[in-house]
């Protein structure tokens, strides 16, 4: 006896191990082709009414389809009798196609009987569901990009060719869409990878052949923009415009705000990145090096280490920095020189804060003070540097404690180095006050910092400055914001300073959000996230997540939201970030709300 198929049993299919094929003794074929495969090898299914006929029963499977409705789908124009036979017949030369019992009839008419993994649409849709709903849940990467590119093998042409029955139609238009959603979340993955040649590979092709879908035509951009081949990024803004023209469209937001983002960068950035080469022999790496050769006394050689480590952190180049700063700390350590140690801690308490961890860089900092405590008692940076990471996790009340028994250099100072720690101390003060909720003191204090860290001879570091005044003047709703986050945004990648680069392009996302432009701050966002899992960059890369997740649920996408929010409580966890009980029960919600 045959059992009918039912929508429990067609959904069978989506709890089926992923990427494997199970293999029926019969299979229906209706992707980009029509045939039935089996032990004997594949026939195509010719004849125009056969293949309208298997389209109507595969759709509409485990539903029944009455004689009627076959009838006037198949002879529209011959309401007669003589339809009702000829429809008979056109049943039994389909069912002498497929196995015995495929097709099954009954009072209510004829439906499609086989298994789920018999028809190559039904387990192309369950695999493109499934593997999206465990996108939603977070799964581990490498396995999701395998089954994505599983679900691009199993495309093999648009569904139902050449049949142009109206429902026929709209399930195809249906089912391309399914398969463009899998394709752009398979590109994004690989983008955010950092994988941007390999995503160009696979993205080009599926870009240029449907060039009115923005959504992809985005993606291309972003890539292109990546590997640093600005003008083809902008033809392709070109072309698709003129493809939305003809259709009487103009570009959506997020395609224009691509555009903003290609035209915004340096031209040579990429460049940059790959040779290291700034203006300023303090991070030029190939001086430093240079330098490090140069030495011919162990002192030389210590001090040329340390500014090159310096410089490799600020680059992105973290492992190697921290290789660096573990040499110089062994030297200092066996010469019993306290004071040298505890600035070396606190150059690694520095490197790893960067990486997000910044539990095991308070440890640092511990040894640090302790040492130091033992030696001068004076030095104010590794308090300083303590205060931020702090601040950095939402410890406000403790980094102004900090402020508090720390005195500011004045400003009248004429020394150097009292200079940066003047710079520092109120870069920490702008912080302070921002996440205490009062911005215009917090953009009064970083434009103080800002000013000292560019009095001449001062080594202080404005990058980070720049993007905490812009974060403040966003706070407190002022749009010069703007300026200032793209001079943060184009200073760090002329510097080739990758943390800076993702550290300042989701700040600029989460001010997209508050102007309302998800378009643009989905694209700031993705930039981060890319760059900073590029560099290992965890707290940055958890900060341009929820950014991504906050701009896809403006954008009404609830699903890449949830990946995005996923991936941050993730990219915490991966860092023992010491996340706020507040923030991370709101992330959890977030992804819940999503999903």
């Not at 032990?39 to 309208?52: K, N």
């Not at 569901?129 to 599983?150: F, I, K, M, T, Y």
């Amino acid at each position: 006896m045959t059992v009918p198929l039912t929508h429990a049993r067609r959904d069978e299919a989506f709890l089926a191990p992923t990427g494997v094929d199970i293999v029926p003794p019969m299979t229906i074929n209706v992707i980009g082709r029509f045939e039935i495969a089996d032990d004997h090898g594949a026939r195509q299914v010719v004849g125009t009414l056969q293949r309208l006929l298997l389209a109507l029963l595969t759709l509409r499977a485990p539903q029944w389809t009455s004689p009627d409705t076959l009838t006037e789908a198949l002879w529209p124009d011959d309401p007669s009798s003589a339809a009702d036979s000829r429809l008979h017949l056109h049943i039994h030369r389909l069912r002498g196609r497929l196995a015995t019992g495929a097709i099954e009839s009954g009072p209510d008419g004829y439906r499609l009987d086989v298994p789920p993994e018999a028809v190559d649409v039904w387990r192309f849709e369950s695999a493109v569901s499934g593997v999206l709903a465990d996108h939603v849940r977070g799964r581990a990467e490498p396995e999701l990009l395998e089954r994505l590119e599983h679900v691009a093998e199993l495309w093999a042409g648009a569904p139902f060719p050449d049949v142009e029955h109206p429902d026929v139609v709209a399930e195809r238009y249906r089912l391309e869409d399914m398969y463009l959603l899998a394709q752009e979340t398979r590109f994004a993955h690989l983008l955010d990878r950092g994988e941007h040649d390999a995503a160009l590979d696979v993205l080009a092709p599926v870009a240029a052949e449907h060039r009115s879908r923005e959504s992809l035509q985005v993606l291309w951009m972003t890539a292109l923009n990546r590997v640093g081949r600005r003008s083809e990024a902008i033809a392709v803004f070109e072309a698709t415009r003129e493809a939305l023209e003809v259709l009487a469209l103009a570009p959506g937001r997020e395609l224009l705000a691509a555009r903003a983002m290609v035209l915004e960068q340096p031209a040579d950035r990429d460049a940059r990145d790959r040779a290291g080469t700034v203006a300023s022999d303090d991070m030029d790496e190939g001086v430093l090096r240079r330098e490090l050769a140069r030495t011919s006394t162990r002192e030389q050689a210590l001090r040329a280490r340390r500014r090159l480590a310096r410089s490799l952190a600020m680059k992105g180049k973290l492992d190697e920095a921290l290789e660096l700063l573990g040499q110089i700390e062994a030297v200092h350590r066996a010469a019993a020189r306290e004071d040298e140690v505890a600035t070396t801690l606190g150059d690694l308490a520095a490197v790893i804060g960067i990486t997000g961890d910044l539990s095991r860089a308070e440890h640092y900092l511990d040894e640090a003070l302790e040492l130091e405590e033992r030696t001068t008692g004076t030095d104010l940076r590794l308090r300083l540097v303590r205060a931020l990471l702090l601040a950095h996790s939402g410890r406000i009340e403790q980094a102004a404690r900090i402020l508090r028994e720390v005195p500011c250099p004045p400003d009248s100072t004429t020394s150097i180095p009292a200079l940066g720690a003047a710079a520092m101390w109120w870069r920490v003060r702008s912080q302070v006050d921002r996440r205490r909720g009062d911005p215009e003191a917090a953009a009064a204090a970083a434009r103080r910092s800002l000013h000292l860290a560019s009095r001449p001879g001062v080594r202080a570091d404005r990058g980070p400055i720049l993007v905490e005044l812009a974060s403040s003047l966003r706070d407190g709703g002022h749009d010069e914001c703007f300026e200032w986050f793209h001079r943060a945004i184009n200073a760090a990648h002329e510097d080739g300073r990758l943390p800076m680069a993702a550290f300042a392009h989701a700040a600029m996302a989460k001010a997209q959000l508050m102007w309302g432009g998800p378009e643009a701050a989905r694209l700031h966002a993705r930039e981060a996230l890319s760059i900073a899992r590029r560099c290992g960059c965890w707290g940055f890369a958890a900060r341009a997540a929820t950014r991504a997740g906050d701009a896809a649920m403006a954008l009404s996408e609830p699903i890449r939201a949830a990946w995005y929010y996923s991936e941050a409580l993730s990219f915490y966890r991966r860092v023992g970030y010491p996340l706020l009980p507040e923030i991370r029960a709101e992330l959890v919600q977030k992804v819940g709300r999503g999903a």
